[in-house]
């Protein structure tokens, strides 16, 4: 097993590399870069003062050195202007012996993310507050989603074609075929609006970020927990239908063991061993798949960090938003494959 988690673990750093390089590239192409600099300078700035500031500020290296310089391989860049030395370790402009001082590396390995220009305030602090309510999110959508979802797909493999089984089943394709940026506008049209008459809950999350409660945190809780609930509800009934068939629970009833100690003792663990895989991939899903019911509800957690990232074109939040999730996929399936290792002895003994 350690053998197992040590290949592993180099192959989730070159595949972290790999993928934080191809976004590195896409989102410091050209247009992007002018578009950044007229942000920051002047939209009327012409052809020439935008490659002179892409210059000043350094976005005009080879990529992959500018790639080892935000990873923190490379010394950062410096420019010396009439009024001092600026460079991408230095904050502002300094004088030649202020220079000397500044640190030579400072990129994501030695904890500088950079600095956002939408939000004027460093990356990790950002990252840090924004992860922190999309983790208390969803907190509540797995605690809602899991249980759920492994009860109803139980309770409809135990007894395939009953009609509870159908009706389950049925149910859990609905859920599953609606995405959630539909379901969301159906709870806030019916469940919001004093036009239907049953305005039970708010139609924002912005204050459950300070002060969460049943109604003005429930119905975006509910909205990405549905999707999730009936996927591994499927799952779950697939697994539990093909274990109910299986040659040892057929020889447990003809010896004439209850049908609930067969489900319990002999069934159900066999039958959880899939939906625990499917259930630790939903992290990485429900970490990105929050920005349509993040921005829906106005919850400013990551995935409404990462719309504002993109849509004013903050290079450096995107980069850091881009690393954090490449983490979290990667470690949610190690997770995984140790976990199914240990739930599995067939391939724990292999």
């Known amino acids: 097993m350690g053998l197992f988690i040590l290949r592993r673990t180099g ?9 934080t390089f ?55 860049w410096r420019t010396t202007t009439d009024e001092g030395i600026t460079g991408r370790c230095i904050t502002g402009v300094v004088s030649a012996e202020e220079a000397e001082d500044a640190p030579s590396f400072c990129g994501v390995l030695q904890g500088d993310w950079g600095y956002s220009t939408r939000f004027k305030d460093e990356v990790w602090t950002i990252i840090q507050t924004r992860l ?21 797909g139980v309770l409809a493999g ?12 049925t149910a859990s ?39 969460a409660n049943f109604e ?37 009833r003809l010896k004439g063991v209850s049908f609930p100690k067969i489900v319990m003792r002999h069934a159900l663990r066999n039958a959880l061993i899939a939906p625990f895989t499917v259930i630790m991939l939903q992290f990485p899903w429900l970490l990105n798949g929050v920005v349509i019911v993040e921005t829906l509800f106005n919850y400013k957690g990551f995935g409404w960090a990462l719309v504002e990232a993109a849509g004013n074109n903050d290079i450096e ?28 002895p067939r391939i724990r003994i292999s």
Not at 158 to 169: A, K, P, Q, W, Y
Not at 189 to 195: G, L, R
């Open 158 to 169: 135990m007894r395939e074609g009953s009609v509870t089984d159908r009706s389950l089943s």
């Open 216 to 252: 003005n945190f429930f119905l975006p809780v509910l909205t990405i927990a549905l999707y999730g609930i009936g996927y591994i509800a499927r799952m779950t009934r697939a697994s539990m239908t093909e274990v109910m068939t299986a040659q040892y629970i057929r020889t447990a």
């Open 22 to 76: 191809i976004v590195f590239i896409l989102t410091n192409l050209y247009p992007n870069l002018e578009k950044l600099a007229k942000t920051e300078g002047n939209f009327r700035m012409s052809d020439e003062a935008v490659a002179s500031w892409l210059d000043k500020n350094g976005y005009l290296q080879p990529m992959p050195v500018k790639y080892g310089q935000w990873l923190g391989v490379l010394p950062g």
């Open 317 to 344: 939040l995107l980069l850091g938003i881009s690393v954090v999730s490449v983490v979290v996929v990667l470690l949610t399936q190690l997770i995984s494959d140790i976990g199914y290792v240990y739930l599995n």
């Open 11 to 19: 192959v989730m750093i070159l595949t972290a590399l790999c993928l």
């Open 132 to 152: 922190g309510n999309t983790a208390f999110l969803m907190m509540w959508v797995l605690i809602l989603m899991v249980p759920s979802a492994l009860l109803i």
């Open 173 to 211: 394709i609905l859920t599953t075929a609606t995405p959630e940026y539909v379901s969301g506008v159906i709870f806030i049209a019916v469940f919001t609006s004093s036009a239907v008459g049953l305005k039970w809950f708010k139609g924002t999350a912005t204050s459950a970020m300070t002060d």
